[in-house]
């Protein structure tokens, strides 16, 4: 099965940009969508962004107009550029198929945004 980890985290302050990269152990094929989530302290796990096979590209609201997803041709790797980040980014970041598969849950990649 696939295994997905995720990179790219750290410290930064509001205002400030972070591109999170998710590393899949091999070519994701077909039809897919995959996604970006995240999980605050003391919260549930919330869709970030997803991407299609096809490059259709969608957003959770707090997201629109900072965060952008994208993949690579090769389909092994998908990133996601946050800009404008607000303290209420701060979180720990995961990729997955959407609707997510449990084993393929990663360890993710702590965003922690601060002044």
């Known amino acids: 099965q696939v295994q997905l980890v995720e990179s790219g985290g750290g410290v930064v302050q509001p205002g400030g940009s972070l591109r999170l990269s998710c590393a899949a152990s091999?070519?994701?094929?077909?039809?897919?969508?995959m996604g970006w989530f995240r999980q605050a302290t003391g919260k549930e796990r919330e869709l970030v962004a997803v991407?299609?096979?096809?490059?259709?590209?969608s957003y959770a609201e707090f997201a629109k107009g900072r965060f952008t997803i994208s993949k690579d041709y090769a389909r092994t790797t998908f990133f996601l550029q946050m800009n404008s980040l607000k303290p209420e980014d701060t979180a720990v970041y995961y990729c997955?198929?959407?609707?997510?598969?449990?084993?393929?849950w990663g360890q993710g990649t702590q965003v922690t945004v601060s002044s």
């Open positions: 997955n198929r959407n609707p997510p598969r449990p084993e393929m």
């Open positions: 991407i299609t096979n096809a490059g259709e590209t």
């Open positions: 091999e070519r994701i094929s077909g039809i897919f969508v």
